[in-house]
């Protein structure tokens, strides 16, 4: 059996004030195998987002074990982080985090100037088109994301998760600026990505998103409350088929 691509074994995290002491993580042990579709759920405070941040090694955990691909990351280095995180981590976000004064090929760029070794100009236009092509927006790499739908603004913000072509893809409430039909096809693409054999791990709070993933966690209070595989994931065609018909039903009433 191969190594799982993440394993985490009693992971704390602890914030520290002169007055108050928190415990956002307390001995979270977990394992996700490469190819996973996982989805984290949780209400606020339930330790969720300080778990992503310490997965894609933005911040490091106060206590415990983290290996990435089989590397021991929790003690390393932030130069040598930072070169691991931008190698094998794709990272989306609920707000996009695009820059706005920049054309969405130059957005997508972005990774590939922290690479190493260098990406050469060339090289890094030429795999900026293949990510956007990816996501169906090569024909809007000039656009700047004021000229963009919250849609296509998300996916500018996936192909630029791709562009260094990571092992593992951390999303953090894509859809929370979503409308329903978008959210649709948002996770349709995640879905492609992970059956292509990207490993993707996803914050969300609405059960309707976590159900097109193949794996469901709960947190509360810092732990994880319940670990359960979706044997039936919602499938993106079928719900955006539904969300036609509906529209089409609702015109002809």
Do not use: W
Not at 93 to 115: C, G, K
Not at 136 to 151: E, K, M, T
């Amino acid at each position: 059996m191969s190594p799982p691509l993440i394993e985490l074994r009693g992971i704390e995290k602890t914030y520290r004030t002169e007055a108050v002491e928190v415990r956002a993580v307390r001995g979270v042990d977990l394992r996700i195998a490469r190819g996973e579709f996982v989805a984290v759920m949780g209400s606020s405070g339930s330790g969720k987002s300080t778990l992503m941040n310490i997965l894609g090694c933005l911040d490091r955990p106060t206590g415990g074990e983290y290996f990435l691909d089989g590397e021991a990351v929790s003690q390393m280095k932030k130069r040598d982080l930072s070169i691991l995180r931008n190698a094998k981590i794709g990272f989306v976000f609920q707000s996009f985090n695009l820059l706005a004064r920049t054309s969405a090929i130059d957005n997508v760029e972005l990774p590939m100037f922290y690479s190493q070794p260098l990406v050469a100009r060339a090289q890094r236009r030429q795999r900026a088109l293949e990510a956007l092509k990816k996501v169906g927006l090569s024909d809007r790499s000039g656009h700047h994301p004021s000229q963009l739908s919250g849609g296509q603004q998300q996916r500018i913000a996936i192909a630029r998760a791709l562009v260094n072509s990571p092992e593992l893809v951390l999303a953090d409430e894509p859809t929370g600026n979503l409308d329903t039909r978008t959210s649709a096809e948002i996770m349709g693409l995640f879905q492609a990505l992970n059956e292509a054999g990207i490993t993707i791990i996803m914050v969300t709070h609405e059960l309707d998103i976590a159900a097109y993933s193949k794996r469901v966690i709960v947190m509360r209070d810092g732990r994880i409350l319940s670990d359960q595989v979706n044997e039936t994931p919602r499938h993106a065609d079928v719900e955006i088929a539904r969300i036609d018909r509906e529209e089409r039903e609702a015109k002809l009433g």
